[in-house]
Every structure is written in structure tokens, then in C-alpha cells.
């Protein structure tokens, strides 16, 4: 665990959580209880357990491991992920954000022990030391909690579910859900409520995404909105949409807020064992497991942004779907408007872009790093020595020179960005940010992010920046982002969405968010700043 990271609450903390039944904490650990051999989430409203009958899991596979089964009434597999897994840095985060990914099912033990630049024997020591269970069973965990999300939300059959979750037969899937739930998966779909099951076109999944409130879902939306290149995206104030590659091939995805309330995955997938991956890509992309409420709580100490936290609750960041597409995405916006960044990108994309369609209607994939190392100063436009740092580091890309994931090291990952030709610390910052969901970064480069921080009455030039915000760690990215809110350049669509916010909800409608417009004067990468839109007032 790194040194600002928060550490996990003790005995005493998370009992009385689970006496006052608070859902902040679910999804962060389960209870087991000994005399009825159950877990549960924190917030279960089942009668609290004995003390002496309770033990604490920092996750369900160690409680399945140590021979519980899911408790039928608060189903803690269907809470929010743990946010430390992105607050920490260290070999047992950085597992678990692998494990999500795939990489167990996809490449075994010894290929997320590779990843991770340990011996598959020292990973599974280290892990069942802290979590209670190794790599293989966490695994196993994560197959579960998706097949129980598509029992409970889907009309697939048996067997499309025991594949889409990962799973290498039916028998192992009967076993695992038998095990983990006490029941076979027929009963366990039949658990479902009549409500919750949305009508999907055929071949498509639509799953609802758990979410740990309160969250500015405007902001997310617009910020898509907002960098969405054409062909490859599609944003709008209440979804997202677009293709991506995962390991089984294309597939398409939209995320979309429901009347209810609720965030909704609708997929369409090449290769059903992809829905995992998807799922945890998804989740990372809006910064779903972000615990908003301490993050929320911490920035407010502070009087200087206590106002900004209170008008927009619940901000997240951005990450990315995929990490090396992020770096491709970042050096070409370098020093130019939102605009012109999609608009080359989307020159890029129909150029050297792959068109699918796998979606409702044909769409086209970011071009990879080989296309764009072969062809891009073909297609590319401006400084010479730009493009040809951009086409360096999908040569890098394309090679193996450089990997990037979610999985990596921050400062490994920060230190082989400064390495390539043409990144600065802004863009690596800014990469390391979206990649791996780091929620520790500062932009102090970035001037929309200090004009807004001149707006709230703080230093405004870098190192004075830098001084006053360290006091903000570990949530420096979450402060950016209020930064950004406020800086001048956004105060006059920050009016007019705040207005049109409120008209939507008193005529029954979703909120609708105000274009703007930015020009970037950050050193080496684009200012994201005032394209974010209005934040909802509602969870």
C-alpha cells in the first residue's frame, strides 16, 4: 500500500458499520458469520451477528474459501467493486485490477505473475497472506459475480451465461454457483425480481451496473461527449456508446442512465467470454468503484473547496477502455483544441481504422498502434516533430518496447511515458490518471486547472499550485477535476446547464448539458477542463 493510501478499517470500525448498515462500505468486505455459515455486505438488513460469531473478509473469494456461501437476501455479489484496489498502488491492487481484466482466465497464474514480475508461487503466497485466497480463486469469485449478474439480468441460457462468465464447462459453472450460493443456477435466476429485467434485441446483454453513490453522472456523460472521435464514438447527456477491441474481438457497448435512475450496460460481443473483461473495462472507464462519500468528506475539509465539492457531489474521473489507445489519444491532442483533436483523430480512425459491426450499425475501431507505426505520418497533420513522436510510440506500442495496462507500477509506468520521444510530464500524468485509475495525480501544468484554482482563492502559479494541493493527497485527481469546474472559461455554461438542469427536472425530462468551447495553452497536452458538463444534483 502506498503511503497516502487509506488503510482498511479495523474489527472494531467494521462491526459498527454493520450495525449501522452502511452502504458506503459495500463491496469493501463482507461479514461472515459462523453460526449460519453465510456473507453478507455490509449493509444486509438481516439482524446483526453476534460479535463473537463474526469474521471479517476483505473479499468473498476468501470467504468462499474459508467455506461460506452468498447470503440470498442482500446478494453481496451484486455491490459496487472495492475502491482500494485503484487507491493502492502495490502488487495486491494491482492483481486484483488484473484479475478483473481477465488475465487469470485468459493466461493463467503464471501469466498475470508474469505481468506483475513475480513467480507464481510468491503471487499466490502474497495474496492468500492479505486476501485471504490466491489468484485462482479470486478468479473463480469474479466468473461468479458475473454469471450471477446475467441470471439475474438476462434471458441467456444456462450455458451462454457459464461461457460469457468465463467459465470452461457447465459442470464447473453448476458447481461454482452451487457453491457460492447455495443453490443451483436455475433457482438463483428465478430469485429475480419481474422489474428488473429490460428488453434487450436479440444477441445484445443489458445488465444493470451497481454504483456506489452519489455520482455526477452529467459530468461523465459530457466528458464523453465532449472527446468522443467520430466513427468510434457516440455521446449524448444520458449515454455513451462505442467499439472497442477486447481479446475474443470487436465489441460494442453503450452505457446509458435508465428512468430509474440506475446505469444500464447494453453489449454486443464477438466472443461471450469477453463480458468480464468488458464489465471491469466499463467500470474503469466511469470510475464506478470510487468510494465518493470519503472522497467528497476529505476535499470538504478544506474551506477553499468546500462549495465546489457541495455544488457537484460525487465527481469521478475518467479512465480508459484501452491503455495504449489512451497514450495514442493524448499525444495527438497535445497543445490543440478539443476540437481539432477529434477532428484528427477521427481522420486517423477513417483512414487506418478497421469498420465493424458488431453494433446495431456499422461503426469503426481506433486504429491499432501497428497501423498507425506503418501509416500514420501518412494521414497525421502538424509539426513534423509531433507526428513523428506520435508514430515513435505506437511503433513501441506495436513492438512490445512498451506495454501499458492497468496492472502496471505507477511510477514504472510514469517513467517509461518520460522515456519516449515528445511525452512530457503532463501527458503522463495525464495517461497514468486515466489509465490506471490513479487517484493521486496533479496537473500543475495544466492552466485551465490553475486558472480554476486562482477562481477558488488558491496559489495559481505551478509550484505554489503544487505546495497548497498536497495537503488535497490522496485525492489529488478528484480535486482536478474540481479544478477544472471551476476554472473562468467554464463559469458561464456552468450557469446555463445548472438552469437547464433544473427546467429538465421540473418537466419530467433528463438533464440536457450546454456545449463549450476550449482552447488548450497546457504545455505538452490537452486541457480537458470546461467540457464538462453540468453536474446532477440526484444520484
Same mark, same amino acid.
Given at each position: 500500500?502506498?503511503?497516502? $493510501?487509506?488503510?482498511?478499517?479495523?474489527?472494531? #470500525?467494521?462491526?459498527?458499520?454493520?450495525?449501522?448498515?452502511?452502504?458506503?462500505?459495500?463491496?469493501?468486505?463482507?461479514?461472515?458469520?459462523?453460526?449460519?455459515?453465510?456473507?453478507?455486505?455490509?449493509?444486509?438488513?438481516?439482524?446483526?451477528?453476534?460479535? &463473537?460469531?463474526?469474521?471479517?473478509?476483505? *473479499?468473498?473469494?476468501?470467504?468462499?474459501?474459508?467455506?461460506?456461501?452468498?447470503?440470498?437476501?442482500?446478494?453481496?455479489? =451484486?455491490?459496487?467493486?472495492?475502491?482500494?484496489?485503484?487507491?493502492?498502488?502495490?502488487?495486491?491492487?494491482?492483481?486484483?485490477?488484473?484479475?478483473?481484466?481477465?488475465?487469470?482466465?485468459?493466461?493463467?497464474?503464471?501469466?498475470?505473475?508474469?505481468?506483475?514480475?513475480?513467480?507464481?508461487?510468491?503471487?499466490? +503466497?502474497?495474496?492468500?497472506?492479505?486476501?485471504?485466497?490466491?489468484?485462482?480463486?479470486?478468479?473463480?469469485?469474479?466468473?461468479?459475480? *458475473?454469471?450471477?449478474?446475467?441470471?439475474?439480468?438476462?434471458?441467456?441460457?444456462? =450455458?451462454?451465461?457459464?461461457?460469457?462468465?468465463?467459465?470452461?464447462?457447465?459442470?464447473?459453472?453448476? &458447481?461454482?454457483?452451487?457453491?457460492?450460493?447455495?443453490?443451483?443456477?436455475?433457482?438463483?435466476?428465478?430469485?429475480?425480481?419481474?422489474?428488473?429485467?429490460?428488453?434487450?434485441?436479440?444477441?445484445?446483454?443489458?445488465?444493470?451496473?451497481?454504483?456506489?453513490?452519489?455520482?455526477?453522472?452529467?459530468?461523465?456523460?459530457?466528458?464523453?461527449? $465532449?472527446?468522443?472521435?467520430?466513427?468510434?464514438?457516440?455521446?449524448?447527456?444520458?449515454?455513451?456508446?462505442?467499439?472497442?477491441?477486447?481479446? %475474443?474481438?470487436?465489441?460494442?457497448?453503450?452505457?446509458?442512465?435508465?428512468?430509474?435512475?440506475?446505469?444500464?450496460?447494453?453489449?454486443?460481443?464477438?466472443?461471450? $467470454?469477453?463480458?468480464?473483461?468488458?464489465?471491469?473495462?466499463?467500470?474503469?472507464?466511469?470510475?464506478?468503484?470510487?468510494?465518493?462519500? @470519503?472522497?467528497?468528506?476529505? !476535499?470538504?475539509?478544506?474551506?477553499?473547496?468546500?462549495?465546489?465539492?457541495?455544488?457537484?457531489? %460525487?465527481?469521478?474521473?475518467?479512465?480508459?477502455?484501452? =491503455?495504449?489507445?489512451?497514450?495514442?489519444?493524448?499525444?495527438?491532442?497535445?497543445?490543440?483544441?478539443? @476540437?481539432?483533436?477529434?477532428?484528427?483523430?477521427?481522420?486517423?480512425?477513417? @483512414?487506418?481504422? #478497421?469498420?465493424?459491426?458488431?453494433?446495431?450499425?456499422?461503426?469503426?475501431?481506433?486504429?491499432?498502434?501497428?497501423?498507425?507505426?506503418?501509416?500514420?505520418?501518412?494521414?497525421?497533420?502538424?509539426?513534423?516533430?509531433?507526428?513523428?513522436?506520435?508514430?515513435?510510440?505506437?511503433?513501441?506500442?506495436?513492438?512490445?518496447?512498451?506495454?501499458?495496462?492497468?496492472?502496471?507500477?505507477?511510477?514504472?509506468?510514469?517513467?517509461?511515458?518520460? $522515456?519516449? +520521444?515528445?511525452?512530457?510530464?503532463?501527458?503522463?500524468?495525464?495517461?497514468?490518471?486515466?489509465?490506471?485509475?490513479?487517484?493521486?495525480?496533479?496537473?500543475?501544468?495544466?492552466?485551465?486547472?490553475?486558472?480554476?484554482?486562482?477562481? !477558488?482563492?488558491?496559489?495559481?502559479?505551478?509550484?505554489?499550485? *503544487?505546495?497548497?494541493?498536497?495537503?488535497?493527497?490522496?485525492?489529488?485527481?478528484?480535486?482536478?477535476?474540481?479544478?477544472?469546474?471551476?476554472?473562468?472559461?467554464?463559469?458561464?455554461?456552468?450557469?446555463?446547464?445548472? &438552469?437547464?438542469?433544473?427546467?429538465?427536472?421540473?418537466?419530467?425530462?433528463?438533464?440536457?448539458?450546454? +456545449?463549450?468551447?476550449? *482552447?488548450?495553452? @497546457?504545455?505538452?497536452?490537452?486541457?480537458?477542463?470546461?467540457?464538462?458538463?453540468?453536474?446532477?444534483?440526484?444520484?
Amino acid at each position: 500500500m502506498t503511503s497516502s $493510501a487509506p488503510t482498511a478499517p479495523g474489527f472494531t #470500525e467494521r462491526y459498527r458499520v454493520i450495525q449501522s448498515r452502511d452502504r458506503r462500505f459495500d463491496g469493501q468486505f463482507v461479514t461472515a458469520v459462523r453460526s449460519t455459515g453465510i456473507y453478507c455486505r455490509p449493509s444486509c438488513p438481516a439482524r446483526t451477528p453476534k460479535e &463473537e460469531n463474526v469474521t471479517f473478509y476483505p *473479499t468473498s473469494a476468501a470467504a468462499h474459501e474459508a467455506g461460506y456461501r452468498a447470503c440470498k437476501r442482500c446478494l453481496p455479489e =451484486a455491490a459496487p467493486g472495492s475502491p482500494m484496489w485503484d487507491v493502492r498502488g502495490d502488487v495486491v491492487a494491482r492483481a486484483m485490477r488484473l484479475i478483473a481484466d481477465g488475465v487469470v482466465d485468459r493466461e493463467g497464474v503464471p501469466g498475470l505473475a508474469r505481468r506483475l514480475g513475480y513467480s507464481a508461487r510468491h503471487l499466490t +503466497r502474497v495474496l492468500t497472506a492479505e486476501l485471504g485466497a490466491g489468484p485462482l480463486a479470486l478468479a473463480r469469485a469474479n466468473r461468479a459475480h *458475473t454469471a450471477r449478474a446475467l441470471l439475474v439480468g438476462t434471458d441467456l441460457s444456462s =450455458a451462454d451465461v457459464a461461457f460469457s462468465a468465463g467459465f470452461t464447462s457447465i459442470r464447473q459453472f453448476t &458447481e461454482t454457483i452451487g457453491e457460492v450460493f447455495g443453490m443451483p443456477p436455475r433457482d438463483l435466476r428465478a430469485r429475480r425480481s419481474r422489474a428488473s429485467g429490460v428488453a434487450a434485441t436479440a444477441g445484445e446483454i443489458d445488465l444493470a451496473l451497481p454504483v456506489r453513490g452519489p455520482i455526477d453522472t452529467t459530468g461523465l456523460f459530457g466528458w464523453m461527449r $465532449a472527446h468522443a472521435i467520430p466513427g468510434v464514438e457516440v455521446g449524448g447527456d444520458r449515454s455513451f456508446a462505442r467499439v472497442a477491441r477486447l481479446p %475474443g474481438g470487436p465489441a460494442w457497448f453503450e452505457v446509458r442512465l435508465s428512468d430509474d435512475g440506475r446505469l444500464r450496460l447494453r453489449a454486443r460481443l464477438t466472443a461471450l $467470454a469477453d463480458l468480464g473483461t468488458l464489465i471491469a473495462r466499463v467500470r474503469r472507464l466511469f470510475d464506478l468503484d470510487a468510494d465518493p462519500i @470519503a472522497i467528497d468528506a476529505e !476535499l470538504s475539509r478544506h474551506p477553499e473547496l468546500a462549495a465546489a465539492v457541495a455544488a457537484i457531489p %460525487g465527481v469521478r474521473v475518467p479512465g480508459a477502455i484501452d =491503455a495504449g489507445e489512451m497514450l495514442l489519444r493524448a499525444m495527438i491532442g497535445q497543445q490543440i483544441s478539443v @476540437a481539432s483533436a477529434r477532428t484528427m483523430q477521427g481522420r486517423l480512425t477513417a @483512414a487506418l481504422g #478497421e469498420e465493424v459491426t458488431v453494433g446495431p450499425e456499422p461503426m469503426t475501431l481506433f486504429p491499432d498502434a501497428t497501423a498507425i507505426a506503418e501509416r500514420g505520418l501518412e494521414v497525421l497533420r502538424g509539426p513534423g516533430a509531433r507526428m513523428r513522436a506520435i508514430v515513435g510510440a505506437a511503433e513501441a506500442l506495436a513492438d512490445g518496447t512498451l506495454a501499458l495496462g492497468p496492472g502496471d507500477d505507477s511510477a514504472q509506468q510514469r517513467a517509461r511515458l518520460l $522515456a519516449l +520521444r515528445g511525452v512530457g510530464p503532463w501527458t503522463a500524468d495525464y495517461v497514468r490518471m486515466r489509465v490506471l485509475g490513479d487517484p493521486d495525480v496533479l496537473l500543475p501544468g495544466d492552466v485551465a486547472a490553475r486558472a480554476g484554482a486562482a477562481a !477558488l482563492g488558491l496559489p495559481s502559479d505551478p509550484a505554489a499550485f *503544487t505546495a497548497w494541493s498536497e495537503r488535497l493527497a490522496p485525492w489529488r485527481s478528484y480535486a482536478m477535476a474540481h479544478y477544472w469546474y471551476a476554472a473562468p472559461v467554464t463559469q458561464a455554461w456552468r450557469v446555463s446547464g445548472a &438552469e437547464s438542469v433544473a427546467a429538465a427536472v421540473v418537466h419530467g425530462s433528463g438533464p440536457r448539458a450546454a +456545449r463549450s468551447r476550449t *482552447t488548450r495553452t @497546457a504545455t505538452d497536452s490537452p486541457t480537458p477542463s470546461a467540457v464538462i458538463p453540468e453536474s446532477e444534483t440526484r444520484p
